[in-house]
């Protein structure tokens, strides 16, 4: 298994940015992908973004495409989720997930292809 430790979040203005960072350890990192979801208060869960192994192939939600990009440094084992041109409705709780069925992000990852999870990280952008 993985554990997966978010940071990074916080109380942004509309039209600002964070950058979330997801550290992962307990098994080879670059060995996996990773992605981010999301999470607002009374909703599903839904998927931001994920990325492949070695950060090739990258897959992005259209509520968020061309605003966050997601990145990582498999020598820090960290992954990243830069988020620009934030707007109220991208508040949530930000959960970072590792892939142990993919490699590859090759089309739209569900929640069932990720396998360990970590606690998440609230983001809040205000109006």
């Known amino acids: 298994q993985v554990q997966l430790v978010e940071s990074g979040g916080g109380l942004v203005q509309a039209g600002g940015s964070l950058r979330l960072s997801c550290a992962a350890s307990?098994?080879?990192?670059?060995?996996?992908?990773m992605g981010w979801f999301r999470q607002a208060p009374g909703k599903e869960r839904e998927f931001v973004a994920a990325?492949?192994?070695?950060?090739?192939?990258?897959y992005y939600a259209d509520s968020v495409k061309g605003r966050f990009t997601i990145s990582r440094d498999n020598a820090k084992n960290t992954t990243y989720l830069q988020m620009n041109s934030l707007q109220p409705v991208d508040t949530a709780v930000y959960f970072c997930a590792a892939s142990f069925k993919m490699t590859e992000v090759v089309g739209l990852p569900t929640r069932a292809d990720f396998g360990s999870w970590g606690q998440g990280t609230q983001v809040t952008v205000s109006s």
């Open positions: 307990g098994r080879t990192f670059s060995s996996y992908a």
């Open positions: 990325i492949g192994w070695s950060g090739g192939s990258t």
